[in-house]
Nanobody, 117 residues
Framework: VQLQASGGGVVQPGGSLRLSCAASGSIFRINAMGWYRQAPGKQREFVAA???????NYADSVKGRFTISRDNAKNTVYLQMSSLKPEDTAVYFCNVGPRAWLPGDYWGQGTQVTVSS
């Protein structure tokens, strides 16, 4: 499975961004799709996940601000991020796997999100 993430950038506090991650290759192996992030000097942490059955899960720190969705026909997962805060600054990694939970077996290359005035 190959993952191509896009959509990162620089945004002011309170702004919005949408990340996308498209999967290709052995996509029959995919159930859960989601996102992790890693800020400088910190461990990688879970952000959000969505299963092929439609269940979603979020880290407490992003609930009510981030929305995960997926287009199974396009094998793509999205992360709509709103009300962004400086502490959301991190490299965001797409992650997918064959089970209904993450972390899965496959990682994308990461996309930088910077929230700064």
């Amino acid at each position: 499975v190959q993952l191509q993430a896009s959509g990162g950038g620089v945004v002011q506090p309170g702004g919005s961004l949408r990340l996308s991650c498209a999967a290709s290759g052995s996509i029959f192996r995919i159930n859960a799709m989601g996102w992790y992030r890693q800020a400088p000097g910190k461990q990688r942490e879970f952000v959000a996940a969505a299963t092929s059955g439609g269940s979603t899960n979020y880290a407490d720190s992003v609930k009510g601000r981030f929305t995960i969705s997926r287009d199974n026909a396009k094998n793509t997962v999205y992360l709509q991020m709103s009300s962004l805060k400086p502490e959301d600054t991190a490299v965001y990694f797409c992650n997918v796997g064959p089970r209904a939970w993450l972390p899965g077996d496959y990682w994308g290359q990461g996309t930088q999100v910077t929230v700064s005035s």
